[in-house]
């Protein structure tokens, strides 16, 4: 799945976001609105890792939602 069709998709894409982070409130999923960087930027704070563990994990979900 690449960025445009999860920021397309993002209803449908919640649930799969909330079963990789479930750290992350129905706030941030609001707030974040199919935007990459902004889910980087969350699943960052929320987990407390570096901004590149972030991107990796993010990139790595991606890979596996296609």
């Known amino acids: 799945m690449n960025t445009d069709q999860i920021k397309g998709e993002w209803k ?17 999923l609001a707030r974040i609105n199919g935007k990459r960087d902004q889910l980087i930027g969350r699943v960052q ?5 570096a901004r590149e563990e ?13």
């Open 45 to 49: 704070e929320r987990y407390g890792i």
């Open 12 to 28: 449908q894409v919640v649930g799969r976001v909330k079963a990789a982070w479930g750290e992350l409130t129905d706030d941030d």
């Open 54 to 66: 972030a991107e990796r994990q993010v990139k790595d979900w991606e890979r596996r939602v296609q």
